[in-house]
């Protein structure tokens, strides 16, 4: 992370246990004193551990828990059965990950609707095509109700041999904005208007995974590095034009593409609507993967590189805004 950030930036390496609002402090987990603001940005993004997560189910939403999967995939007999519960494109990643690293491993990819049904014709044909180079055995329209050890037990009341359970079906969000007092969703995000800034308390903005966006500017936004770069680039210009006493801009952010990693030197590139439709054309194999990988190496140097420059990072256009009847739920 200090790689990633110019030397004039203070980091405090603790954990926040509470927001206070009114007199704008953040509070630590670790009892320390508290730090004052005049301006806050809540990313605390998502993670994968979220409740109904079986104890005895791997997760990889931080670097401890992809250490502790990445052992016990290292230790397991040779056939033995590796089942990825969730098939989003995390899902689908880990998948032909898993199968393409470790071959003597039999892996599993259950999905409670149709596998890669959101792409295009061509791009479903290149993800489970490739699926099925891998080895990789798919399970669609089946919901996981329980997991042991060695068993996995589907809504129909199938129970499949399971070694090793991997939980990629969803993500979720800290809960300090609920625990402090500020107004979430049902899911514990953050509500934020649509330059980002916090419905009650205007000083504190909102930027990733864990804010909800006004359905009027973000209803077709998903948790991805595609929609968190450009929301901490806008959330980054609001806060300066409150510092600076101006009226911040309204967010508008679209999608030109999806990249979809499948194993080393494999991929998709999906194009998309602005609104995250699909369209017809999507390219597969080992040019999308080489597309892929040079999209994650360019992000980061371009983060690097912002270090000593400002406002050279753009994005697509969203969609128009829309007309919204019905209110965000808020608790």
């Not at 993004?45 to 939403?61: E, H, I, W």
């Not at 054309?281 to 597309?291: K, M, P, Q, Y």
């Not at 753009?314 to 009847?325: M, Q």
Request: charged content about 20%; glycine content about 10%.
């Amino acid at each position: 992370m200090r790689s990633l950030l110019s030397g004039r930036v203070n980091i405090v390496e603790d954990s926040a246990s509470r927001i206070d609002p009114d007199n704008r402090r953040v509070h630590f987990a670790s009892g320390r004193t508290p730090v004052g603001y005049d301006a806050l940005l809540y990313a605390v993004g998502s993670g994968t551990a979220s409740p109904g997560v079986p104890d005895n189910a791997y997760g990889f939403g931080d670097p401890e828990s992809a250490a502790r999967l990445r052992t016990r995939l290292s230790r397991l007999d040779q056939g033995a059965v590796v089942s990825i519960v969730g098939a989003g494109l995390t899902g689908i990643e880990l998948a032909t990950e898993i199968a393409q690293q470790h071959p003597q491993l039999r892996v599993r990819l259950m999905s409670r609707g149709i596998i890669a049904g959101d792409l295009s014709r061509s791009g479903a044909q290149a993800v489970r095509g490739r699926l099925a180079a891998l080895g990789v055995h798919v399970v669609e329209n089946a919901e996981v109700q329980r997991c042991d050890d060695r068993t996995l037990t589907t809504s129909g009341g199938e129970a499949l041999l399971s070694d090793c359970t991997v939980w990629a079906a969803g993500f979720t969000v800290p809960c300090l904005a609920r625990d402090s007092g500020l107004r979430t969703d049902a899911q514990g995000r953050l509500l934020v208007s649509g330059s980002l800034s916090c419905l009650e308390y205007p000083e504190i903005f909102g930027a990733g995974d864990a804010v909800r966006v006004p359905d009027s500017v973000g209803r077709h936004l998903r948790m991805s590095c595609a929609s968190a770069l450009p929301l901490g680039d806008h959330a980054a210009d609001s806060i300066m034009a409150r510092l600076e006493n101006r009226s911040p801009a309204t967010l508008s952010v679209g999608y030109m593409i999806r990249c979809i990693s499948l194993g080393r030197r494999y991929g998709v590139i999906q194009a998309v609507t602005a609104d995250d439709r699909p369209r017809r054309f999507a390219v597969g194999g080992r040019l999308a993967g080489l597309a892929k990988e040079q999209i994650c190496r360019l992000t980061l140097s371009w983060i690097r590189g912002e270090m000593r420059r400002s406002g050279s990072f753009a994005w697509p256009k969203g969609p128009l805004p829309v007309d919204v009847a019905v209110p965000l739920e808020a608790r």
